[in-house]
């Protein structure tokens, strides 16, 4: 999977999925744009990224917000002149329930991020990815299609199974223009995720999974440079999960 001076923009890379995800493009030669909102965990990837490869380029911004979001963009075409990956990762959980009064709160903030973001960026990233025919890569979750796991999650399934179709319909729009879009649906990983969320962490979540065991973040890295890469050339629309066997449970 040759990736050599392609450009590479992954929101939410200052840990988790996305850290390793830019690590990962680094490895390959590609140049990548690392954007994030925490400036001290975003040089460690950078850190992390030089290791490997080339250095990236760092975009501190609130993608949630329209102006960041386009500035987000403009630099990288500033910098490296086209665009040819986009993988919206960035995503977070906020509790909300029907009956504690939180739901619309949390909604309205999840949303914002998880899919209102992925969203803006796709059309912001599509006039550059139809000139490279570039691809794009949204990291969603067995929660926007599983059963509902736990109330205080609802606001994160909804966005994600939004997520999942607004791939399907992105995919059948700029196909036309020789554009992919895919998703990745990730199972219970190892990340900082619940902890950035708020939550209390699961440490017993491979007891959920049929193969009693828990995704490292490398392997869903793996499964995005693989849809990335021309290997993945005849698959646009897809949901590749990956969960151990979660759902079968």
Do not use: W
């Amino acid at each position: 999977m040759a990736f050599a001076d392609k450009v590479v923009f992954i929101s939410g890379a200052s840990s988790g999925i996305g850290a390793a995800t830019a690590i990962e493009f680094a490895k390959e030669g590609a140049n990548v744009v690392i954007n994030g909102r925490n400036e001290t965990k975003l040089k460690n990837i950078f850190q992390q990224c030089a290791e490997h490869g080339k250095e990236p380029l760092i975009v501190k911004a609130d993608i949630s917000k329209d102006e960041e979001a386009k500035r987000a963009i403009e630099k990288t075409i500033e910098q490296f002149g086209r665009l040819d990956v986009l993988v919206n990762n960035a995503g977070f959980s906020k509790s909300g329930t029907i009956l504690d009064g939180n739901l619309m709160s949390s909604y309205d903030a999840v949303i914002a991020t998880n899919l209102r973001a992925a969203m803006h960026l796709t059309e912001l990233a599509t006039p550059h990815l139809i000139k490279t025919k570039g691809n794009i890569i949204n990291v969603s979750s067995i929660c926007g299609s599983s059963v509902p796991v736990t109330p205080i999650l609802i606001s994160y399934c909804v966005s994600k199974a939004a997520l999942d179709h607004f791939t399907r319909c992105a995919a059948l729009e700029l196909s036309e223009f020789g554009v992919r879009v895919n998703v990745v649906s990730p199972g219970p990983v190892l990340t900082d995720f619940q902890e950035n969320s708020g939550m209390v962490r699961d440490t017993d979540q491979k007891g959920f999974t049929a193969l009693k065991r828990v995704s490292e973040s490398k392997e869903i890295a793996d499964l995005i440079l693989f849809l990335a890469s021309d290997k993945a050339k005849g698959i646009t629309g897809s949901n590749y999960v990956c969960d151990n066997g979660f759902l079968l449970k």
